[in-house]
């Protein structure tokens, strides 16, 4: 088992959340991003900035039992379907029962900016986000 973080849009407490618990854990912390981003982690896999680039090399490093953390919700179905938890950085866990949902949500508000709509972005973070984060990811490590 290991924990991979899509870091290209992940905050820097969370990333820290996960060294500190996978190191209480004897875990591996993997990370996929950019070279765009300057992210220091001792398994940390650059890609290029193509579309879907850090998406494709999450994927194929990523098991079953494996822990994902992702803001894509996207990415998050792939991975659900490949046997790995998944949970975004507000502590939200993705899961089999939610993400289709989540997806058809997704597409309702792509479909409304097309149309030039706008909808709002996500809200600054605060102490308690991080709090929630690392609850959720000691519950998901206490079941594996």
Partial sequence: MKIIVDADACPRSVLQICGRIAGEHSLEV?????????IESDFHVMVGNASQEADIRLMNLAQIGDIAVTQDWGLAAMLLAK??????????????????????????????????????????RKPEDDREFEISLQRILSES
């Fill in 83 to 124: 046997g790995v938890r998944c949970l975004n950085p507000m502590g939200r866990e993705f899961s089999n029962q939610n993400i289709e949902f989540l997806l058809e949500e997704r597409e309702v508000k792509a479909k409304f900016r097309r149309n030039g709509g706008r909808t709002k972005g996500p809200h600054k």
């Fill in 30 to 38: 993997w990370t996929v991003a950019s070279f765009n981003h300057n």
